[in-house]
């Protein structure tokens, strides 16, 4: 039989505006019928629930675009492979779904809907199970902190050095375990090109209420052992060789500095303009490095931007509002990384002034909080992930996220914090 969006799509439209009562419905199924399943996910299920219905969401509105949805759930499928997820976990839920839709969206239930419903799920769930069984890497790896620097009181930069190789491509991410959270996994940028001694780098802010991410920053040492999940995303080096502009939020910078590495390591010489944004100009953790950069390379240009501290004397403002005073970016390659607001409304004002979307590469970060908020491009099976609350546009890490019906070339998410 085959797909039926529209029907999908309308009954799940009556189900979206009751999300957090049938998420809790939903597991509530689950853990009665399959309570052996309890343990993989975590002691607390508030942002699993969110999880659950951002990823429906969004597996919802591309079933109009197969190849799109098709690489999404080919990623969700190798990533869950870290959980211990089974063919026989994803009838499981598949069951405990279909019972959820059904009892939420009575009132127009027909046999056409559950059969649509049917269908769909099929296709997903076979999509991961393939990709999963296809793939050959690790579904997790070991990993040394070998250096651990703090660079402002909440922010640190990690050097890990995994116990197997492991191949990623600037822009990417991972999630990582602490041994202090169990079965909790947070995403990061990983900050660095691919080096000939296999290490990553972390910029990890330390949020309130972040389980992994305040781990990370005040009680991680050299020598401390962590887990970390597949790299992932698709906010990678250009293939054209159009100047790059490069807006960084906060820890925002840590994938579009691996994107430049690339860029250095590879010979290439585009012009390259870098808009690092922060609040107060204390948070502007990395610029030695950044400044070397610089000074080694003159078609890179560093430009730091701080919105929110009356003392500094440099370029002052918020990220979108520089972006579009600074100068003419139509025949640019663009790159933008930070809280969504910010993310959300660069990219706007870029389309504006003639960047072609399909030329904007966007990734807005995720926090670490685990208490309350949204979550983007959560998975449903297992695992948690990052929450989202408050708002900026100033570069910081705290941000109100909005998922659905966001249509941008780029990676779907980030967590990061």
């Known amino acids: 039989m085959p797909l039926n969006p529209r029907l999908v799509k309308e009954s799940f439209s009556v189900v979206e505006p009751v999300a957090g009562k049938a998420a ?37 509105w591309m079933l109009d675009s197969p190849e799109g949805l098709a690489s999404y759930l080919a990623q969700l499928g190798r990533d869950h492979r870290k ?59 070991l990993a040394e902190v070998i250096d651990h620097e703090p660079r402002t009181r909440d922010i640190a930069v990690l050097t890990l050095r995994p116990s197997q190789h492991m191949d990623f491509v600037p822009g990417q991410y991972v999630t990582v375990q602490t041994a202090r959270w169990p079965r909790v996994w947070r995403r990061f940028s990983i900050a660095n090109a691919p080096r000939a001694d296999g290490t990553l780098r972390l910029h990890v802010r330390a949020v309130p209420g972040g389980w992994v991410s305040t781990a990370l920053v005040r009680h991680t040492r050299i020598g401390d052992q962590l887990l970390l999940g597949p790299p992932v ?37 585009p012009n390259i303009h870098l808009l690092f944004g922060v609040r107060r100009a204390c948070d502007l953790y990395d610029m030695p490095d950044l400044a070397r950069m610089e000074a080694a390379f003159p078609w890179l240009r560093v430009v730091p931007t701080v919105s929110d501290d009356p003392g500094y004397d440099g370029i002052r403002g918020r990220l979108p509002d520089v972006v579009e005073r600074f100068h003419s970016w139509a025949d640019h390659e663009a790159y933008v990384c930070g809280p969504a607001a910010m993310v959300n409304e660069t990219v706007r004002r870029l389309q504006i002034s003639g960047v072609p979307l399909a030329r904007i590469h966007r990734d807005p970060i995720q926090t670490d909080t685990t208490e309350s908020g949204t979550t983007r491009g959560g998975t449903t099976l297992s695992g948690t992930s990052d929450t989202l609350h408050g708002d900026a546009l100033h570069g910081d890490t705290v941000h109100r996220d909005t998922e659905h019906g966001d249509r941008l070339h780029g990676d779907a998410i980030r967590s990061e914090a």
């Open 83 to 141: 959980y211990g997820v089974s063919p026989e976990h994803y009838r499981a839920v598949g069951g405990a779904l279909l019972a959820t839709i059904r009892h939420f969206a009575a009132a127009i239930w027909t046999d056409e809907i559950e059969a649509a419903w049917t269908e769909a799920y099929a296709m997903a769930a076979k999509i991961m199970i393939d990709a999963a069984a296809a793939e050959t890497t690790p579904p997790w790896w």
């Open 233 to 269: 995303g698709t906010m990678t080096p250009p293939e054209s060789d159009r100047d790059l502009l490069c807006v960084a939020g906060g820890t925002g910078l840590a994938p579009l500095k691996a994107v430049i590495e690339h860029v250095i390591a590879s010979g290439e010489r």
């Open 24 to 60: 809790g419905y939903f597991y509530g199924r689950l853990f009665t019928q399959c309570p052996h399943l309890r343990g993989m996910f975590p002691p607390g299920m508030e942002v699993q629930r969110d999880r659950l219905f951002n990823a429906l969401t969004r597996v919802v």
